[in-house]
């Protein structure tokens, strides 16, 4: 045991991997305990969090107690069946899934500020 520890400590991991994994492409009657049972083999889990809203629906979020426990999931489920559906496991990158919001809402406080000072751009042709 105490090899094993020494061993993950000096590896060194890209800056992606994190403890969070978003899973897409579930099928949309996985329950938790489903996926528990699929992440639970790779390490022990801190929380899964299944989307049930019409726009989260088929995808979900599980975090690990460990980066390599996670690291190792999503080396080992990326392309696993389940349910005749490919699961997609990517770590989880908070800059990128807020990247469009954040835009969409520049653009709303651009078009704001215009009609606030009557400015119009010309239209590109």
Request: proline fraction near 4%.
């Amino acid at each position: 045991m105490a090899m094993a520890m020494g061993r993950k400590q000096n590896v060194r991991l890209p800056p992606e991997v994190n403890r969070i994994l978003y899973i897409k492409n579930l099928p949309y009657k996985i329950t938790a305990e489903e996926m528990y049972d699929i992440f639970g083999k790779y390490g022990a889990i801190r929380q899964i969090r299944v989307g049930t809203t019409q726009e989260t629906r088929g995808t979900a979020f599980v975090v690990y107690e460990d980066i390599f426990d996670a690291k190792n999931a999503c080396d080992h489920l990326s392309g696993f069946n389940v349910c005749n559906r490919y699961l997609v496991v990517l770590y989880y990158q908070p800059n990128k899934a807020y990247k469009k919001l954040d835009q969409q809402k520049k653009q709303e406080d651009l078009d704001h500020m215009k009609q606030k000072y009557g400015l119009s751009t010309p239209e590109k042709k």
